[in-house]
Each structure stands twice: as structure tokens, then as C-alpha cells.
């Protein structure tokens, strides 16, 4: 004769009733509070803690097929009850399209206009369909902790120029991604000194003052990497300065990486091969900017314009690194 479920009694209907209405509390506090409010349907703190484990399906297998109400089954109890981490967990970016042109360091308002449209219509001409522009699209002056310079332009005027860059080239491309760079950052650190309650209204982010959705553009976080098949591609601030300092900028990146990687971040072409002891061969890449070369706060230096173009083949990839000299491509 079947005489259905087995009746839950009070106590345990309690313990229900509280670890539906306290889902994040521990087992052994929530016993102690069930003890503390309804002595009379507990003899002790651990018979409590014990219901509690049996509406939370923690009491064994056995125990866990008996339970009719099942809804308030956790996966497993945390053996301590640590304070809410504030890690931001972010996963790689895969970046879509067969053929990609990357572009960097361009610093609007100080972009050189002849290697800019050079490497556009480089771009656009060898039917590259996705455009990565890997930061520091923005310069940020007014906003950077460095003297300024009293003759440039206002942060409003510079966000004008971006919006103005970014509805002219997205028809040309299927895919715009925009990786912030150290120098779009610089807008963060301005707004948390100056304007703290402002960073989690949404209309003061930087994606929004810039009209990123009304041309179809996705913003990637300046410390999330990108990957296009096996290459990382990373603006290059994201490991710091010191390793990339005394060496070629390519080399550098391996050393950090150790994976094949480009960057921009550094003006400067270059390029870095290394073996494994399996023999497989490791590539690293640093790319060209397309600013000015001779800025008023640093006239002698090592940059060189440029960019990169990114192939797609099945699993694999290849890189076109671009040098700029003398309105030339080579």
C-alpha cells in the first residue's frame, strides 16, 4: 500500500522556511539563529544546523532522496565563509573577422593625418574586414597629471574628434573593436580624483561619451585581453614599463608573454623569434603608431609610424607589421 510522502514536521518545515528567506547565510549561524528564535522546536544548536543541511541537500545521498522539497538544494557548503571578493574576473575577447587591420597609438588630437589615411586606405584597400583599434585613440591631454600644453585642445573637442573618426571609417568595416589604452584611462583616474560620485553613472563612462553604440563599436577594458586565434593582442600597457625598457620592445613583450603577442603602446616597429625546447617557434610583434613624432614634451626619440594587418587561416595566423616612412607602406 502506498502511503505517500513521509510528513515533514515542524522543525523541519522551520528550517525550510529560513533557508528560503536566508540563501546566503551560513548553515551553522542560521542553526544558531533558528535556535535563538524557536527554542521549543529544537533541542539543540546542532539538531537545528542538521535540518538546516537537510533542506539544503548537505545531509548525504541518502538523505538527499528523501527530501520531497528539493528547490532549496545548494551545490556544496563553503568550508569557511570568506568576505565577498572584489575581483573582477575577465575573460579574453575573441576577435572576429578574417582580416583585420590594426591600428594604434593614433592620439587624436595629434595624429599625423598623412600616416593615418595611409594606413586606412591601405587597409580598406587589401579588403581587411574588421577594424581593431588597440588604444590610445585619445590622447587625454588635459586630463593627464603632466603639465599641459595651454595651447591644446579641450577634452570636449578631443571626444568631438574621436566621434567624428569613428562615423567615418565604421561603413568601411564589418567589425569596429575600441581597446582602451593607458591614455583613455587617463579619463578614469581624472573622474575618480575630481568626480567620484560620477563613475557609476553610466552616462559619464567613456563608451558613452563617445557614441560607441550609435556607430556599432565594441569597447574592450584596457586590462582585458584579446585573442585572434593563438596571438594575443594587447595595447602593451598591461605588464608596465620596466621590462620593455632596456631592450628591443618585441622581446620585451616575449618575456612577459611568452605566447605569441603584439602590441602598440611603444611607437616603435619591431619584431621578436624565439625557440622553445620542443622547437616550436614563438613570435611577438610591437606595431607603429600613427601620431605625431616629434611631440613637444619628448622631440628625440625612436618612433616610427605604422600599423599591422591580421590574417585568419583556419586555427592559424599571420602578421603583416606595417612600416610607414616617406609615404610609403613597406
Not at 41 to 63: D, M, P, T
Not at 138 to 154: K, V
Not at 294 to 300: C, I, K, Q
Request: some cysteine.
Amino acid at each position: 500500500m502506498n502511503k505517500g510522502p513521509k510528513k515533514v514536521g515542524p522543525a523541519q518545515l522551520k528550517a525550510q522556511e529560513y533557508c528560503q528567506k536566508y540563501p546566503d547565510m551560513p548553515n551553522l549561524t542560521l542553526a544558531k539563529l533558528l535556535m535563538k528564535e524557536h527554542s521549543l522546536l529544537f533541542k539543540s544548536v546542532e539538531e537545528a544546523r542538521h535540518k538546516v543541511r537537510i533542506s539544503r541537500g548537505l545531509a548525504g545521498n541518502e538523505q538527499k532522496r528523501k527530501t520531497s522539497n528539493k528547490s532549496l538544494f545548494v551545490e556544496k557548503s563553503p568550508y569557511f565563509t570568506l568576505p565577498k571578493s572584489a575581483i573582477v574576473k575577465r575573460m579574453p575577447v575573441n576577435i572576429k573577422g578574417d582580416k583585420i587591420l590594426l591600428l594604434q597609438d593614433i592620439h587624436f588630437p595629434y595624429h599625423d593625418e598623412e600616416a593615418l589615411s595611409i594606413a586606412l586606405q591601405y587597409g580598406i584597400e587589401k579588403g581587411c574586414d574588421t577594424l581593431y583599434l588597440n588604444g590610445d585613440i585619445m590622447d587625454c591631454h588635459t586630463l593627464s597629471r603632466w603639465e599641459n600644453d595651454p595651447e591644446s585642445r579641450s577634452f570636449s573637442q578631443e571626444l568631438e574628434t574621436v566621434r567624428s573618426f569613428l562615423q567615418m571609417v565604421s561603413p568601411y568595416f564589418k567589425k569596429v573593436y575600441y581597446k582602451e589604452g593607458n591614455h583613455e584611462e587617463r579619463y578614469w583616474r581624472y573622474l575618480s580624483s575630481h568626480a567620484p560620485e560620477l563613475v557609476e553613472i553610466e552616462a559619464f563612462n567613456l563608451q558613452s561619451l563617445l557614441w560607441l553604440d550609435q556607430y556599432g563599436v565594441e569597447w574592450i577594458d584596457g586590462r582585458t585581453f584579446a585573442k585572434f586565434n593563438s596571438l594575443n593582442v594587447v595595447h602593451g600597457h598591461e605588464f608596465g614599463q620596466n621590462v620593455f625598457s632596456p631592450v628591443n620592445i618585441a622581446r620585451g613583450l616575449y618575456l612577459r608573454a611568452k605566447s605569441h603577442a603584439i602590441c602598440g603602446h611603444w611607437h616603435q616597429t619591431s619584431e621578436h623569434n624565439e625557440k622553445d625546447i620542443n622547437g616550436k617557434i614563438i613570435t611577438t610583434w610591437s606595431v607603429g603608431c600613427l601620431c605625431d613624432l616629434s611631440p613637444r614634451y619628448r622631440p628625440a626619440n625612436q618612433w616610427g609610424h605604422g600599423f599591422a594587418i591580421l590574417h585568419r587561416d583556419g586555427k592559424n595566423f599571420h602578421v603583416e607589421n606595417k612600416k610607414i616612412y616617406e609615404q610609403k607602406v613597406y
